[in-house]
């Protein structure tokens, strides 16, 4: 294959988006129903899709004189909303509707007007392991002699769920909690190990690993969205490729870290140093209370941390990032519910290396700021399949806290730098002229 992209973009061949679309989520907690909720809404004229790329955002193609701002829903054949049907698993045997309104996310009127689609999503049995999510547990969990059967069953209810709604198509997506943290072990090297560790019941295989494995056997493409070791693995890599399935993750990016991406490149750009970065969190919806363990805070922790490193490039910068001390907090504070608090004490240093400080208080909606980036990925994982795109979609890395890379590639955690990655991604599967910014024959 060329890497020319100009040639590499005549090879693109993108099916229409004929049909319905299945959105699968694992986890009908607080993040899966504001996105489900919030479709709804928006279909019913009750509200914008404030923060989707997908719905609100334009896209330059071209030169600036030529005034071509397509919005992105426009230019990529993406599929309507009207065309979306979810469906899901849990823990928990509450509808939609009874789980929404148990998150306390969305106000009672507004989920009273939509209350009989969400009704309508039930959530299937789930796979669940103690072992990986400690704080939690409930009595919708499915039993089986080993993990392969369990991963069976999950193939099965995909199978069912496609036959019951109509799709013509399905993407799922990880709306679960955290996992407790670990590191790849030999189960994960090869598919062929992978499947004699289902049938072996191989402790080192999480409950999210087998809805992976059971969304790519079933073509279904798959993105990550908790900081779970889940599909960057040899053996997902592997299968994803040869089933030529598009998958992409990990860990949505949404309050605190979002921010880190928005103001460390800010910082480097003007060549200002730092010596330390210390951020807290209090939250009190079902997350906080799962990142209490000190296992699956472990797993949280190293996606939150890894950002500033990438971004700085301390081994490049010395004199600027060398010593710079970076911590991170998550506390669970019951009242605060869903709508956390991500407090950063920033101390950075100028010319001649004198001090300064900068103290951020933000005091966002977890799920208000998920349910957009669910949304925009299942549409974009979506139309990747269409357009034969498999394995990692690192033009998603936007959406991420940890990015997915090809193995041994640093990922890149510039929010800026991932949006034009995005976009260009976009302008190359339409056959567009990539824009670099580079504008000098403007002035020839």
Not at 200 to 229: C, E, F, R
Not at 273 to 296: A, Q, Y
Not at 380 to 386: K, T, V
Request: aromatic share 10%; charged share 25%.
């Amino acid at each position: 294959m060329s890497s020319n992209p100009n040639e590499l973009r005549e090879n693109v061949k993108i099916a229409p988006a004929e049909g319905k679309l299945g959105i699968l989520i694992p986890g009908l907690g607080a993040v899966a129903t504001t996105t489900i909720a919030g479709v709804e809404a928006v279909k019913q004229g009750l509200g914008k899709p404030i923060g989707s790329l997908t719905q609100l955002a334009t896209i330059r193609l071209g030169k600036r004189t030529d005034n071509r701002t397509p919005y992105i829903r426009d230019f990529v054949p993406l599929a309507s909303l009207d065309q979306l049907v979810f469906g899901g698993w849990d823990i928990y045997e509450d509808n939609a509707y009874q789980a929404a309104t148990n998150a306390r996310v969305l106000d009672a009127p507004l989920l009273e007007k939509l209350r009989a689609p969400l009704e309508a999503i039930k959530p299937m049995s789930a796979v669940f392991d103690q072992e990986y999510v400690k704080r939690i547990s409930g009595p919708n969990v499915k039993k089986g002699k080993d993990k392969f059967e369990l991963a069976q069953a999950v193939m099965d209810d995909i199978r069912t769920f496609k036959e019951k709604s109509g799709a013509s198509r399905v993407t799922m997506i990880w709306c679960g909690s955290t996992e407790t943290f670990k590191k790849p072990a030999q189960v994960h090297q090869s598919v062929k190990e992978f499947e004699a560790g289902l049938k072996a019941s191989d402790p080192d295989i999480a409950p999210s690993q087998i809805y992976a494995y059971a969304a790519l056997m079933s073509g279904v493409p798959y993105a990550n969205g908790a900081p779970n070791l889940t599909t960057d693995l040899p053996a997902m890599l592997e299968l994803a490729r040869e089933r030529n399935i598009p998958i992409c993750g990990k860990d949505f990016k949404t309050g605190q870290t979002f921010l880190k991406t928005v103001l460390a490149p800010g910082f480097k750009a003007r060549m200002l140093g730092m010596n330390g970065w210390f951020s807290t969190n209090i939250l009190g919806n079902r997350d906080g209370e799962v990142l209490e363990d000190p296992g699956s805070f472990k797993t949280k922790e190293e996606t939150k941390l890894s950002v500033l490193d990438s971004i700085l490039q301390p081994n490049l910068y010395p004199d600027l990032y060398k010593d710079l001390y970076h911590a991170v907090r998550i506390n669970y504070y019951p009242p605060r519910g869903d709508a956390k608090e991500g407090w950063d004490n920033i101390d950075i240093f100028g010319w001649l290396g004198y001090p300064m400080q900068i103290k951020v208080d933000f005091l966002c909606r977890d799920s208000i700021l998920a349910a957009p980036l669910v949304l925009d990925l299942v549409l974009f994982l979506d139309l990747a399949q269409r357009a034969g795109m498999r394995g990692i979609q690192e033009w998603l890395s936007f959406y991420f806290k940890g990015p997915m890379t090809a193995p041994g590639l640093y990922p890149e955690h510039d929010l800026f730098i991932q949006l034009m990655k995005l976009k260009n991604t976009l302008r190359w599967m339409q056959g567009e002229d990539l824009i670099t910014h580079l504008g000098l024959d403007y002035y020839d």
